[in-house]
Nanobody
Framework: QAQLVESGGGLVQDGGSLRLSCAAS?????MGWFRQAPGKEREFVAA????????LYADSVKGRFTITTNGAENTMYLQMNSLKPEDTAVYYC?????????????????WGQGTQVTVSS
């Protein structure tokens, strides 16, 4: 069993930055970020695999978002720079027992409660 607690969402202007945190209790091998905007499907943002050290990013966030981790605290961060209004969504942290990072939400068994990110134009 794993429990995930997210923090760090908020309101920011176009071009601004935010850092999301996801603290996991219990053993996890890979973690990911997903987001869901109103009226849209949940979509992959980024993921990290503890076992292989692999990192994946959606094309829409490459070069702007960066995953970092603190293994000692089993915590994952998502640094979001150059934010755009289209990044507005509820961001969810997810965890899996799979070793490698994956963009497939079906691979993730544990999910956080979500944190709202709003980017104003």
């Amino acid at each position: 069993q794993a429990q995930l607690v997210e923090s760090g969402g908020g309101l920011v202007q176009d071009g601004g930055s935010l850092r999301l945190s996801c603290a996991a209790s219990g053993r996890t091998f890979s973690m990911g970020w997903f987001r869901q905007a109103p009226g849209k499907e949940r979509e992959f943002v980024a993921a990290f695999g503890w076992g292989g050290g692999s990192t994946l990013y959606a094309d829409s966030v490459k070069g702007r978002f960066t995953i970092t981790t603190n293994g000692a605290e089993n915590t994952m961060y998502l640094q979001m720079n150059s934010l755009k209004p289209e990044d507005t969504a509820v961001y969810y942290c997810a965890a899996s027992s799979g070793v490698f990072a994956s963009p497939d939400p079906a691979r993730y068994k544990y999910w956080g409660q979500g944190t709202q990110v709003t980017v104003s134009s």
